[in-house]
C-alpha cells in the first residue's frame, strides 16, 4: 500500500512539474531555458534529499530496501 501511493504521488508531482514546465515554455519563450534549467536543477535537488530521508526512516523501522 505505501509502495503504490508513494508511486502515484510521484507520478502526479512529475506530471504537475511537467504541465508548469511547458505553460511556462508557452508564455515566456525568450527565458524558457534558463527556467527549465533552474526548475531541474531544483527538483533534482530536492528528489535527492526526498529520497535520502525515506531511506533513513526505512532504515531506521527496519524496512531497508
Do not use: D, H, W
Amino acid at each position: 500500500a505505501f509502495v503504490t501511493t508513494f508511486m502515484a504521488a510521484t507520478f502526479l508531482k512529475l506530471f504537475l512539474y511537467l504541465m508548469v514546465l511547458v505553460l511556462y515554455c508557452l508564455f515566456n519563450r525568450q527565458q524558457a531555458v534558463v527556467f527549465i534549467m533552474g526548475f531541474l536543477i531544483m527538483y533534482f535537488s530536492f528528489t535527492a534529499f526526498e529520497v535520502i530521508t525515506l531511506f533513513k526512516f526505512l532504515k531506521k523501522k527496519g524496512n531497508s530496501p
